[in-house]
């Protein structure tokens, strides 16, 4: 019998629910347990997809195509399992569901109502997971903090499987704050004294309490919260602030969390098994040199909008124990500034993915900068499409060449939209989403670089690159070395004649991991690292 592990936040957001909920899960599956995760966001939109970087960062992709919370992300890269549309609910895609059943008449003239309809919705959402899935344990993280409105329907659902399943069945960790005030020099409990009152107050109970605390907490802090919250002393855990987020499941193993849950689920405490990422904590706290790389967006006042770019990066400069600092370029400052002072002493740039013109003309000239003057370059979906827009311009004499994304009357339209997408009106849900294959050309860099002739990558796109301007190009020596063998599609393009140029068009960021990288990050990488 699946069971079912929530956690909450009170207080304020940015505690780090997902980095506990991510925590728990890889304890338990280092035990030997088989877990999955959820995330529900009470916003009311259907996925993040429509949402602008600015409001929500990145929007992750999973395997199935399902555009989620970027949580998703953290959580694949702790657990390094594949999640799929069962992992992202948000009150959006809830709503939407029960209506559809209303239209049709599901609800054989009953009137629908939040409780029992949309509660309900939720909780066949939990137990979907746990069926499909076929996990021992799913772990579930409730978006926003207690007392928020629009969870109010989330935590409803919570109280009803906690009664139907039962505590051996159901375990809730919440997350809150220990806050230090400075002018008394005290840390102050009464934050999560309140936040757990509330959270009672809707008929839910913590088991475990994971404090952020920026000191550790003593015995008379521990004493007074486990009076006042209801929860035994050994089940208040320290979240105490590190520099290095990879040391967080291994604080919250000292304190024997999965043991508490474990316990409670009746659940054999089988050995467990962390060196790997033990090996990880100590490369990460003992990296040896480092290098600076350009990242090009348009997004760059908000980081998380390129979270799993980054994270790519650096999970890349671990395999070298190298650092590897970001300096973060806004495109728009390419377009009218000085390229070479920008862009000077950086031993690699990026190019990540985006939406609409804007700054489009600065990631050409960064591009452009990469190429002429031998800098390692990786583009990652637009930043494919720039690399053949750059190519084609400045190598090809195509002076025109653009896409049908920034002109839709282009003379030259080197990259397009899909014949099937020309009909779509919806923005949401509708662009080419998730896994497909793709086989390398031999001796390439990217067969090097994967050692394998094929792969499955996740793509979020909508316009592609026009065959009809691959001969051109490729007589100018451009490789194209990744196809989609299905739809001929270009999913790779290479410049031979340089030291490392490479760009896709999936979204390779999305499949990296701490303890394995990406191979195109780690050729990247391994490229800047050589002209360090």
């Not at 997902?18 to 939109?45: C, E, H, W």
């Not at 629009?150 to 704050?177: C, D, M, P």
């Not at 031993?347 to 960064?366: L, S, Y």
Request: charge should be negative; charged fraction near 25%.
């Amino acid at each position: 019998m699946t069971k079912y592990v929530f956690v909450t936040g009170g207080v304020v957001s940015g505690l780090g629910k997902g980095i506990t909920a991510s925590s728990i899960a890889l304890l338990l599956k280092s035990r030997g347990y088989k877990v999955f995760m959820q995330k529900f966001d009470p916003y009311m939109n259907v996925d993040p997809g429509t949402m602008s970087p600015f409001q929500h960062g990145e929007v992750f992709v999973t395997a199935d195509g399902c555009e989620t919370d970027l949580d998703l992300g953290h959580y694949e890269r702790f657990i390094d399992e594949e999640l799929n549309y069962t992992s992202n609910i948000t009150n959006g895609k809830i709503y939407s569901s029960v209506i559809e059943k209303e239209r049709r008449g599901d609800y054989l003239g009953a009137t629908v109502q939040m409780v029992p309809h949309i509660t309900n919705e939720i909780k066949n959402k939990v137990y979907e997971a746990g069926v499909t899935s076929k996990a021992d344990i799913v772990i579930t993280e409730i978006g926003g903090t207690i007392g928020d409105i629009e969870s109010q329907t989330f935590l409803e659902a919570l109280r009803q499987i906690a009664y139907e399943q039962g505590s051996k069945n159901t375990f809730f960790v919440h997350t809150t704050l220990i806050p230090w005030i400075y002018g008394s020099g005290e840390l102050k409990t009464k934050p999560t004294q309140k936040s757990v009152i509330e959270m009672r107050s809707v008929g839910l109970h913590p088991h475990a309490l994971v404090c952020r605390t920026p000191l550790s907490l003593d015995d008379s802090i521990k004493n007074k919260l486990s009076m006042f919250c209801n929860v035994p002393k050994e089940n208040i855990i320290e979240a105490i602030d590190v520099k290095n987020i990879y040391q967080i499941p291994l604080n919250y193993a000292e304190q024997k969390i999965d043991e508490i849950i474990l316990k409670q689920f009746e659940l054999d405490l089988r050995k467990i098994d962390l060196k790997e990422w033990q090996q990880l904590v100590d490369t990460v706290d003992h990296l040896e040199r480092e290098v600076e790389v350009a990242l090009v967006g348009k997004y760059t006042e908000l980081h998380d909008a390129y979270l799993s770019v980054t994270e790519s990066l650096k999970h890349a400069g671990f395999k070298y124990k190298a650092k590897v600092n970001i300096r973060w370029v806004d495109a728009e400052n390419l377009e009218t500034g000085d390229v070479n002072n920008i862009l000077k002493g950086v031993k690699g740039i990026v190019v990540p993915g985006g939406f609409g013109t804007r700054g489009i003309e600065g990631k050409i000239k960064a591009c452009e900068y990469a190429r002429t003057n031998k800098i390692p370059y990786l583009g990652l979906c637009l930043g494919m499409q720039i690399a053949v827009i750059e190519f084609a311009r400045h190598v090809c004499g195509l002076e025109n060449a653009t896409s049908t994304e920034f002109d839709e009357v282009a003379k030259t339209p080197i990259i397009d939209l899909m014949a099937e997408q020309k009909q779509i009106n919806h923005m949401g849900g509708t662009l080419r989403l998730g896994n497909y294959a793709c086989t390398l050309k031999k001796k390439s860099l990217a067969h090097n670089l994967y050692k394998q002739d094929s792969i499955l990558e996740r793509h979020r796109h909508r316009y592609e690159f026009n065959n009809a301007y691959k001969e051109i190009l490729e007589e100018k020596g451009l490789v194209f070395s990744g196809i989609n063998g299905e739809s001929n599609l270009v999913e790779i393009i290479e410049y031979p004649d340089h030291p490392f140029f490479i760009a896709s068009q999936f979204h390779p960021e999305f499949k990296s991991r701490p303890t394995r990288p990406h191979p195109l990050f780690d050729g990247f990488i391994e490229a800047t690292l050589k002209r360090s």
